[in-house]
């Protein structure tokens, strides 16, 4: 991306609100892009989950926060940026205390870790990030045995789960005890796509009914949020711990928080410094994912019904089907027709109308991710790219 124009950027308006579209003839007529108060960057990616920063736009975002408000540092995550984040995501989760994570694999193997206890079994999704991505960290660290379910699936039941956990007094001659339970949703590995929620209720209604403790993978809980309609307050209060990523869709360069009960929470920091996380200052990425969360929900949500319009209008262009995935958020699937020339849409897209879109595989096909940069451009100026890039390139 570009160095941006400092001087510009000051000039805009403030960072929450949503850019203010000019009237899409107008837009279409003169060429120009809506004025975009949160970069000079007009360009709209599709992938991401929110805006990519570069070090350049990073360091004028942080410019523009310190310049509202002073930002307060913290000392080894004490104080500071990072405890008002604390603080906005106990009321955001509805949970008695947030403790800031250097990473999101951190906030979830220690959760899995305090809620087990001397327990060792910890039942995942097969498909999960903690099950796969992890390192096996918590086999290796915290001697917990992971037990996946569902293989190849992006969630288990609650018929499932206790039907595993049931069967465990047949299948094994010594008793090690179910200590946890963990959930990801939205499924990264799946696409983005949710966990039922009333899937959700069964299980923490089976796991609270055997004092079995639920954690929530929740990195991207806002964009399960956002296109379910369930608010994350809702999410968090079926289980007893929530992470959630800051830097997926938050612009921070890094960290996580995590969220729960004070008891289990007063352990983490501790655990953080023993496994070397405790760094001296975390103000910079905290004091940006408390700049972006002001108004996210309300972005997404504008975000959500801009993508509907703009999908509802190019499965109207002759050779294009874009269709939501089942269960799913985010993402969509394109599909072109064979006549259509995907690699030479895309270069279109990206030259003439600063519009990028993931390469196009072998079957014609690729995935759009929804986020917010689509509010950078009006849903006509967005159609019209589509329509003249898509019959330039054999449509």
Known sequence: MPFINRRKFLKASGLTMLPAFIPAASLLAAGRPPKNPVTDDP???FYFDGLNYDPARYLEQLQLVNGKKPIEK???GTGGAVAALEKEFCEITGKEKAVFMPSGTMANQFAIAVLSGGNTKVFVQEISHVYRDEADAAQSVFQKRLVPLAKDETYFTAAALKQAVESLKDQEVF???????SIENPVRRTSGRRVPLEEIKKISEYCRS?????????ARIHMASAWSGTSIKEYASYFDTIYISLYKYLGAAGGAILCGEKKIMDKMPHLVKIHGGSMYGNWMNAAMALHRLDGVE????NAVKRSAEIFAALNKLPGVNISELDGGT???????AKQIDGK???ELLNKQFQVRIPGINDKNQTQLTVNETLLFREAAYLVNAFSVAVKAAGG
């Open 43 to 45: 360009t709209v990616y």
């Open 74 to 76: 913290d000392r080894y």
């Open 175 to 181: 008793t090690s005890g179910v200590g946890a339970v």
């Open 210 to 218: 055997n004092n079995i403790k639920l954690h929530l993978d929740g």
């Open 298 to 301: 309300v972005r997404l949500n």
């Open 330 to 336: 985010n993402i969509y699937q394109l599909e072109l």
């Open 344 to 346: 030479k849409m895309q």
